[in-house]
C-alpha cells in the first residue's frame, strides 16, 4: 500500500492506499485470505528467518459480491470482523480451513491448482522479499536471544496470482 499524507483543518493525517482485489478466487462463493507466519532472529550477529510451513486460510461468513464495498462481513476475513457475526463457524470451525482442505476443494471443483507447489511457493518468495526489504531496521544491533514472528495474509486473485495484503 502506499501512505498517503494530508492536512484537514490543521491535522496531519495518514492514510494507507492498498489496491483491492477484484476477482479474487473464492472458496464457496466466499472470500478468504491466507495466514501464514515467520520468525525473525538474530545468530551469531546475522539476522535469519524462518518460513512456517502451515498456515491456514480464514473464510467470510458472508458471499461475496461487489454490489455493496462498505460491508466489512463480506469483504474483511479476519477474525476481529467475522467473529461478530452470528454466522462465525457456520460453514467452517472458527472460519478456517487448512491447506489440505482447501487443495479438497480445488480438487472437487476442477481448479489446476497444486497449493503446496503453486501458491505455496509464491508467499514464501513474498515473505522473503519483505524481510530482505527491511532487514537494516530489524534488529538494527543484532541482539543475540531475540526474536519476532510475523504473521504475514495473502489473497488469491481468479488468476492464481497472489497478493500479500499485510504483515502483522
Request: aromatic share 14%; glycine share 4%.
Amino acid at each position: 500500500g502506499l501512505i498517503q499524507n494530508t492536512n484537514v483543518n490543521g491535522n496531519r493525517r495518514s492514510y494507507i492506499i492498498q489496491k483491492y482485489i477484484e476477482k479474487p478466487l473464492l472458496y464457496k462463493n466466499r472470500k478468504f485470505d491466507i495466514r501464514c507466519f515467520t520468525m525473525c532472529c538474530t545468530i551469531n550477529g546475522n539476522l535469519q528467518g524462518y518460513y512456517y510451513q502451515e498456515g491456514y486460510l480464514r473464510t467470510s461468513c458472508k458471499e461475496f459480491t461487489c454490489k455493496n464495498v462498505s460491508n466489512r462481513y463480506v469483504h474483511l476475513t479476519n477474525d476481529a470482523v467475522q467473529k461478530k457475526l452470528d454466522d462465525y463457524g457456520k460453514y467452517e470451525c472458527g472460519n478456517k480451513l487448512s491447506y489440505v482442505e482447501f487443495q479438497k476443494y480445488l480438487d472437487s471443483v476442477n481448479m489446476k491448482c497444486d497449493f503446496v507447489k503453486d501458491i505455496v511457493p509464491r508467499m514464501k518468495q513474498l515473505t522473503a522479499d519483505t524481510i530482505r526489504a527491511v532487514s537494516r531496521k530489524m534488529d538494527p544491533n543484532r541482539k543475540s536471544s531475540s526474536f519476532e514472528i510475523y504473521g504475514y495474509d495473502f489473497m488469491i486473485d481468479e488468476d492464481l496470482n497472489v497478493w500479500l495484503i499485510e504483515v502483522n
